[in-house]
């Protein structure tokens, strides 16, 4: 039942990713990822992943703090940046299982500075490395669904890039 159960979970988190990146403003994009991070983590949790849970709620916390600072209009200092950094770092070194485990925390990391900051181009690009960087990680550890997801984030990220970014610059030529 908690296997089902994960499965769906799965399914709306990935919804979730592929409207994510459709978003012009930063509030949306987090909003949606707070949702989408919330399915992971129990996605995870029903399945026994603990590491891939409590990377999620890592995210969770930090969607969710910078969503309040993005409300108040404020930027959240460095300190909340480093903050969360040290836990991504932390908990990579205590899940660490070998060279592979690097590249989720690499995609984490990047993606806790990038939406730091304002500038959504900045985080749609990031957002298709950390993509290119999930598969080559699912590829080592034999997550074929998860390729496919990533691929699919991937391609909705690039139109995202095209529509808001690429699109945008052209017309102002």
Known sequence: MFFILAQI???????????????????????IGIISNTMYALEYTFLGAWTGAISFVIG?????????YEKKKYKPNIIVLIIFVFLIVGAGIYTWKDITS?????????????SWQSNTKWMRLAEA???????????FVGAYAGIITEFIILCSTTIGIFRYDIKKKEEKI
């Open 9 to 31: 979970l799965a399914v709306i988190a990935f919804i979730l990713d592929i409207i994510c990146m459709q978003f012009k403003k930063k509030s949306g994009i987090l909003v």
């Open 60 to 68: 969770i916390i930090r969607n969710i703090t910078y969503f309040i």
């Open 129 to 139: 490395f950390i993509c290119i960087m999930w598969i080559i990680y699912d590829l």
């Open 102 to 114: 690097l590249l989720p925390v690499i995609a984490l990391v990047l993606w806790t500075i990038v």
